[in-house]
């Protein structure tokens, strides 16, 4: 009898049993199937959608605001208008539409402005707003709706106006002109030409160098480069556009070659003269960050020797031109990098805040100007292990200095106010993500236009004086209806075991970690860049997310080499580019096989320009890894690339030769094992088409076969739709050889 009963009960538990296991995975399997219902509802990326030149990208990135000072008054600039925001309730108040500005100044037909996003507003205390046309620039009374002031405009190149005397300064037809408020021009060159360039960015853009013109602080001296290339070689550049094709050469310094010679001139507007400075002979010299004393008198100068190893900051008198003297000088055994000029304090001309890595980061060091203009008293005014990363300006009423460093994190930018007096920082912002702020004329506001990994974006207004945040903008997500990836950071040890390096990984759609994935490693890893920063999505690129879509793990590192980690992680690859960032590269592949879910079998690496140089040298050197690779504009042989990005990294072939024959890969070409496309700007100007060429060459010679593309026309990146071509093909490849 017990023993019946005994199995009685058990028969009833089991029933129970069975009855709340089967409601259990009737409902693992409701969750899972109404899982897969909505993922099943959301959106498939195209690359219209994740690429700059799709035709729904700008709907596909977060709601931003597009703002400008007027004074300490923030304007909101919109396509319809322009408004003043209360900084306290984020309240808009109408300025002017965009339509009164057209109806005020008699505009119609083609000559009408469209939208205000360029609108400026150059007077804190007068309602005038600078707008321009393809024909004139205008100052217009917003209060009583009248054109104060207008200038022809039509046909200026390189163009840089100036509100103290309402000048402007630009290039026409090669030659540097200057036309006053008056209206009345002045050319002020006659030899210019594609030799000898004028009011232009020379150098090739290097040493932080953006533009050729430079106005004093009153407006009435205008400091110009001149740059002499007669002796640079062409680089023979083809257009294919027309009927035969034709030469259209590019003057082009090729590291260890002839460069060229770059003077400083002054230009006195009220006297009609032009001045140049007395520098020392321009040859194999470097001529940067030009800068003016508060009282329009002095021009400043960084003087950098060709072998970037030894800077100079040198006084001139900008009205006779001659060399008043050396006010500091800084030397590397490596190099040294001019990249900000000097910035005096609007509260005492007497002083100016430099920056220099002399101490092995980016810092900020107060120069006090003694007795004479070339005796200054040097001290350091920021310290830590950490880098300013930009000087958004000055709080006058504070007596600080405004900078935006990734104290808080090597991958973030955060905004912090320091005390000239003191050193003491005060952080302004919350402390996480990357912070983008500007600074409101007298520096009594912020505007804050930041984001987070897991925050689109916000716009923040922040009261200095009080201390008060006010959030002007939390954008929604745009992502919100679409099947996106999980985006996650971390970090590895580098090759030499100690230093810590930042990853991106972008793991597939619908991630499950008991299958394994192809993985592509994304790379760059060259100077003056990075991948890896604490913004939305942590900085990843909507490639990422399209192959994410596709089935593919992506993997993105910041090796040894690249920015905004002090100067002994910077200079770490000198005279050996590529292998110091191989090897830190490699690091990562240790970690990916150490995933479950990562194929080791199906292991594929692109890059482009640098990242492209990385891909071919990581397939080349470890073509055990790496299945499949996409490599962009790649640079083959230093000994083909500029002279001051080349010789800072790699110094010159004739004095690192040894260098150069480790790095080239064209000495590589046989090495190569895996599916290779090499993709080119058949007219890329930065690097040129002679790298590429060449490789093919070589890998033909050694019986290897990678495949190539060009695009015609186009130089370093792809322009516009062509781009969302371009990574159509990029796909392509691996879905072809990869996946």
């Known amino acids: 009898m017990e ?40 959106k498939e990326f195209t690359l219209e959608d994740l690429n700059y030149g799709g035709t729904r990208y700008f709907q596909m990135i977060p709601e931003n605001r597009y703002t400008t000072w007027w004074g300490d008054v923030l304007v909101n600039l919109d396509a319809l208008g322009c408004a003043s925001v209360d900084p306290k309730t984020g309240k808009e108040t109408k300025l002017f539409s965009t339509e009164d500005i057209n109806a005020w100044a008699g505009l119609t037909d083609s000559l009408r402005i469209y939208h205000m996003y360029y609108a400026e507003f150059p007077y804190p205390n007068e309602p005038l707003v600078l707008v321009q046309n393809q024909q004139e620039r205008m100052l217009i009374n917003f209060k009583d709706g009248t054109v104060a002031w207008r200038q022809s405009c039509q046909d200026e190149q390189n163009e840089e106006w100036v509100k103290e005397s309402r000048a402007v300064a630009f290039v026409k037809d090669n030659q540097l002109h200057v036309t006053t408020a008056d209206g009345n021009t002045r050319q002020l060159t006659t030899d210019g030409s594609r030799e000898i360039v004028y009011g232009q960015s020379v150098h090739r853009d290097e040493f932080g160098i953006e533009k050729g013109t430079f106005w004093s602080p009153d407006g009435k001296r205008l400091a110009f480069y001149r740059m002499d290339q007669s002796m640079v070689t062409d680089y023979p550049q083809v257009n294919i556009d027309t009927r035969i094709a034709t030469c259209e050469p590019d003057k082009y310094p090729m590291a260890g070659e002839t460069s060229h010679k770059v003077t400083v001139g002054v230009y006195d507007i009220e006297k009609g003269t032009i001045t140049y400075m007395n520098t020392c002979d321009p040859t194999d010299m470097y001529f940067t960050n030009i800068a003016w004393s508060p009282d329009s008198r002095k021009l400043y100068i960084q003087e950098l020797n060709r072998d970037q190893n030894d800077c100079r900051l040198q006084c001139y008198d900008a009205t006779t031109g ?280 199906r292991i594929g690496v692109h890059g482009w320009s640098f990242g492209g140089f990385m891909t071919i040298t990581m397939m080349t050197t470890h073509p055990e890894v790496f299945k499949v690779g996409v490599a962009g504009g790649p640079v083959i042989d230093w000994k083909w690339y500029e002279v001051m990005y080349g010789e800072r990294y790699m110094d010159t072939p004739q004095t690192n030769p040894e260098g150069y024959e480790k790095t080239s890969l064209i000495n590589k070409a046989a090495d190569l094992e895996g599916k290779l496309q090499i993709i080119t700007g058949y007219n890329d100007k930065t690097v040129v088409p002679q790298h590429c060429l060449s490789f093919i060459e070589a890998c033909i010679e050694a019986g290897t076969h990678p495949d190539f593309f060009v695009y015609p026309g186009e130089p370093h990146n792809m322009r516009g739709h062509q781009s969302v071509h371009l990574h159509e093909r990029i796909t392509q490849y691996f879905e072809d050889y990869l996946k």
Not at 5 to 22: F, L, Q, W, Y
């Open 3 to 42: 023993e019946k009963e005994d199995n009685m009960m058990r028969i009833k538990v089991n029933r129970a049993c069975h009855s709340r296991m089967t409601m259990i995975l009737l409902f693992i399997l409701t969750g899972m199937l109404t899982t897969t219902i909505a993922n099943a509802q959301k």
């Open 322 to 601: 001659e060399n008043i003297g050396q006010l500091y000088r800084e030397t590397d055994e490596k190099y040294v990098e001019p990249l900000h000029p000097i910035a005096f304090l609007p509260w005492d001309d007497s002083k100016f805040i430099m920056q220099s890595q002399k101490d092995g980061y980016n810092h900020l060091y107060l120069c006090t100007i003694n007795k004479t203009p070339t005796d200054i008293t040097v001290k350091q005014l920021t310290s830590g292990t950490w880098v300013v990363l930009d000087v958004l300006g000055f709080d006058t009423k504070g007596k600080a200095v405004i900078i935006s460093s990734n104290e808080c994190n090597p991958i973030q930018a955060n905004t912090y106010s320091v005390e000239v007096a003191t050193g003491k920082r005060q952080l302004l912002d919350n402390g996480r993500g990357w912070h983008n702020a500007t600074l409101s004329g007298c520096g009594n506001f912020i505007v804050d236009n930041y984001s987070e990994p897991d925050v689109p974006r916000k716009i923040d207004i922040y009261d200095i004086r009080k201390k008060k945040t006010f959030n002007w903008l939390t954008a929604a997500n745009p992502w919100a209806e679409y099947n996106a990836p999980e985006f996650s950071c971390g970090t590895i040890k580098a090759a030499d075991g100690i230093t810590d390096l930042y990853y991106r990984m972008v793991k597939p759609v619908d991630f499950d970690p008991a299958k394994k994935y192809p993985t592509v490693v994304y790379v760059y890893g060259g100077p003056h860049a990075h991948n890896v920063h604490a913004s939305w999505h942590y900085y990843s690129r909507g490639w990422e997310t399209y192959m994410a879509q596709k089935g593919y793990l992506l993997f993105i590192l910041d090796n040894r080499g690249s920015e905004h980690r002090g100067k002994e992680f910077e200079q770490a690859t000198f005279r050996q580019l590529g292998q110091i960032e191989t090897q830190d590269q490699m690091k990562g592949i240790e970690y990916l096989k150490s995933l479950p879910y990562v194929d080791t079998d």
